[in-house]
C-alpha cells in the first residue's frame, strides 16, 4: 500500500497558542520526521530543532495569510515539495496564520489531486483565559469550532480549575461533539494528532529504539496520555458497511481518529478494509489479507472525552450481514475507497 503524508493544518485567533504547539512537536517528534509550513519562522524554535536534527524540511511563505496567498495549486506545490519521496517526511504541519479561515485550507487540502498526501485533521487552537473575549470580538469563533476536528482549549493553566471545567463544556457544547482537549504550552500527545505506531515501525527498519529509548518516552507522555483516550473495538463477526457508514456519519462525541481493518462479508468484497478517519474525512484502503491472517475486525477509536462504552456498543451494533437482496450494500465504503 502507498504511503501517504497526512496533512495537519493547525488554526486558531492570534495568540491562542499555534506556534506553541508546533514547537512542542518538533521539540519532541517522537521518532517522527516533521514537514512544517509557517507564515513566519519569527518564533519557531529552529535553532534548537537543527541541532537536534529534527526540522527536516521547512516552507516559509513570505507575508501575508495562507489561505490568501495560495491558490490550490500553490498549496499542492508546496506540499508535493515536502511530500517528495527523498524527503522522507513522515507529517506535515501547516500553520495557518491567526486571520486565516481554516476553512479555505481545508477545501484546498481536500481538493488536492497529490497521491501522495492525505487529510491530517484541522486543530483549532482556542486561548481559555481570553475565549470570552476573543468570541465577543469574533463571534465567528463558534463556526470555526464547529468545523475544526480537534478543538484544543489552550492555555488551562492561566484559569482557574472551575473556570477551567466551565469553559471545557461551554466549548464543548459549542464544537458540537468534537473533542475539546485542555492543554498548556500547546503540549498535546503527538499520538493523537498522527499514527505514531505507523512511524515507528517505519523507522524501526532504520533504527531499533533502544529500551532505554521506549522507558524514556513512556515517562514523558505519561501525562499528555491521559489527557485523551482510546478505545480498542474487536470483532470475528463481519461488519454490516451500512450500518458502519451510519455510525461514521454520526459518530460518538468526542472521537478523532479512527483506524483499523474490516471484515465485510460481501460476495466479491471480502478483501481487507483498512479504515482511517480524522474528524469528517473517512477513507478505506482494499487489500488482500495475508495468507493464514483471521479476518477479523480490529479498529481503534482515538479521542478526547469519549464515553467507551458507548463507542463499543455503537461498533457493536454494526456487526452482521447485508441482505442478500441488498445489491449497493457496499456503495458508501466504495465511494471513499482507495485501493
Ligand atoms: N501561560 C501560557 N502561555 C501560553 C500558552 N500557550 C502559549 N502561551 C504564550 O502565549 C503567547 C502566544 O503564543 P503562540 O504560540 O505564539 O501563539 P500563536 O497562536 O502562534 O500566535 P500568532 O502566531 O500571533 O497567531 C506566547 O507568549 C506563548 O508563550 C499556555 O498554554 N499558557
Known amino acids: 500500500m502507498r504511503r501517504t503524508v497526512p496533512v495537519i493544518i493547525v488554526a486558531g485567533f492570534l495568540g491562542s497558542g499555534k506556534t506553541s504547539l508546533l514547537n512542542h512537536l518538533l521539540r519532541d517528534p517522537q521518532g517522527a520526521r516533521i514537514g512544517v509550513v509557517v507564515n513566519d519562522f519569527g518564533t519557531i524554535n529552529v535553532d534548537a530543532l537543527s541541532?537536534?536534527?529534527?526540522?527536516?524540511?521547512?516552507?516559509?511563505?513570505?507575508?501575508?495569510?495562507?489561505?490568501?496567498?495560495?491558490?490550490?495549486?500553490?498549496?499542492?506545490?508546496?506540499?508535493a515539495q515536502l511530500a517528495r519521496p527523498s524527503s522522507d517526511i513522515d507529517v506535515i504541519v501547516i500553520e495557518a496564520s491567526g486571520l486565516a479561515d481554516p476553512r479555505v485550507m481545508v477545501r484546498?487540502?481536500?481538493?488536492?489531486?497529490n497521491p501522495r498526501l492525505s487529510y491530517g485533521g484541522l486543530v483549532e487552537v482556542v486561548d481559555a483565559a481570553e475565549f470570552e473575549a476573543t468570541r465577543q470580538r469574533h463571534p465567528e469563533i463558534d463556526q470555526h469550532l464547529r468545523f475544526a476536528d480537534l478543538v484544543l482549549l489552550n492555555k488551562t493553566d492561566r484559569v482557574a480549575e472551575d473556570e477551567r471545567d466551565r469553559l471545557l463544556g461551554l466549548v464543548r457544547e459549542l464544537a458540537g461533539g468534537r473533542p475539546v482537549l485542555p492543554t498548556a504550552h500547546g503540549r498535546v500527545d503527538p499520538a493523537l494528532l498522527f499514527d505514531r505506531e505507523a512511524v515507528r515501525q517505519r523507522r524501526e527498519t532504520v533504527r531499533q529504539l533502544s529500551f532505554d529509548d521506549l522507558l524514556a518516552e513512556d515517562r514523558c507522555h505519561e501525562h499528555l496520555h491521559a489527557a485523551y483516550q482510546s478505545v480498542a473495538f474487536t470483532a470475528d463477526e463481519p461488519v454490516d458497511p451500512r450500518a458502519l457508514m451510519r455510525f461514521l456519519d454520526d459518530r460518538p462525541a468526542g472521537v478523532y481518529r479512527m483506524k483499523g481493518q474490516l471484515h465485510f462479508a460481501v460476495p466479491g468484497h471480502e478483501q481487507k478494509f483498512t479504515l482511517h478517519t480524522v474528524g469528517a474525512f473517512v477513507r478505506f484502503h482494499r487489500s488482500r489479507w495475508a495468507r493464514g491472517e483471521p479476518r477479523r475486525t480490529q479498529l481503534v477509536v482515538i479521542g478526547s472525552g469519549l464515553d467507551a462504552d458507548r463507542v463499543r456498543a455503537g461498533l457493536g451494533a454494526c456487526l452482521g450481514v447485508p441482505d442478500a437482496a441488498d445489491e449497493h450494500s457496499m456503495l458508501d465504503v466504495l465511494k471513499h475507497t482507495r485501493s
Open 108 to 113: 484546498l487540502l481536500l481538493n488536492s489531486t
Open 51 to 79: 541541532v537536534a536534527g529534527q526540522v527536516d524540511s521547512t516552507v516559509s511563505l513570505g507575508n501575508g495569510c495562507l489561505c490568501c496567498a495560495v491558490d490550490a495549486s500553490g498549496l499542492d506545490d508546496l506540499l
